[in-house]
T-cell receptor, first 112, second 112 residues
Framework: NAGVTQTPKFQVLKTGQSMTLQCAQD?????MYWYRQDPGMGLRLIYY???????DKGEVPNGYNVSRLNKREFSLRLESAAPSQTSVYFC???????????FGPGTRLLVL | QKEVEQNSGPLSVPEGAIASLNCTYS??????FFWYRQYSGKSPELIMS??SNGDKEDGRFTAQLNKASQYVSLLIRDSQPSDSATYLC????????????WGLGTSLAVNP
């Protein structure tokens, strides 16, 4: 099992460009999450999907959109990137009703 | 008060010593907890979970939960240089166990 995979590993964008971060899990988990991690700010939840077909805002959703494509895949889109979105983005998944979350390797995003 | 508070450190211990990492939490956090370890440049990985009052041991790691004091700790016995990392404490949000509330993490350095 690969667990949680994320693509790309690293990306450089110019202000105003758009991009989609991809996440997939092969653990048959129902819930999936997108976090960003910044120095001194810890892990902050952007969006989550409790189950296929549902998505909910987290702590810092502004500037992002998500799609739960199917049970395996959960993507994060930046429509118009801003330097404030420079961060490390982690995708995670968990079973229904289980709080333990398993993380992907992360995507390092630099917005110039 | 932050929902989950951790001393940011750095905590420095000599090799072979016991490292003690602490976390306090507010009433917004449900009373089960997770300790994650994050190496620099890597994603968080689960070390231990604890759901009930008292101690839980797994190898060199012991988690302690005191619900009355709203306090959870992680002890690492016989600390090794490979234990040098940031340790994150997290607990589910009351009323929504799919959302974890995270501490900012404690940086641990184990010196040979």
């Amino acid at each position: 099992n690969a667990g949680v995979t994320q693509t790309p590993k690293f990306q450089v964008l110019k202000t105003g460009q758009s991009m989609t971060l991809q996440c997939a899990q092969d653990m048959n988990h129902n819930s999936m999450y997108w976090y960003r991690q910044d120095p001194g700010m810890g892990l902050r939840l952007i969006y989550y999907s409790a189950s296929e077909g549902t998505t909910d805002k987290g702590e810092v959703p502004n500037g992002y959109n998500v799609s739960r494509l199917n049970k395996r895949e959960f993507s994060l889109r930046l429509e118009s990137a801003a330097p404030s979105q420079t961060s490390v983005y982690f995708c995670a998944s968990s079973e229904r009703g289980q709080e333990t979350q398993y993380f992907g390797p992360g995507t390092r995003l630099l917005v110039l | 008060q932050k929902e989950v508070e951790q001393n940011s450190g750095p905590l420095s211990v000599p090799e072979g010593a016991i490292a003690s990492l602490n976390c306090t939490y507010s009433d917004r956090v449900s009373q089960s907890f997770f300790w994650y370890r994050q190496y620099s440049g890597k994603s968080p990985e689960l070390i231990m979970s604890i759901y009930s009052n008292g101690d839980k041991e797994d190898g060199r790691f012991t988690a302690q939960l005191n619900k009355a004091s709203q306090y959870v700790s992680l002890l690492i016995r016989d600390s090794q240089p490979s234990d040098s990392a940031t340790y994150l404490c997290a607990g589910p949000e009351v009323g929504n166990n799919r959302k974890l509330i995270w501490g900012l993490g404690t940086s641990l350095a184990v010196n040979p």
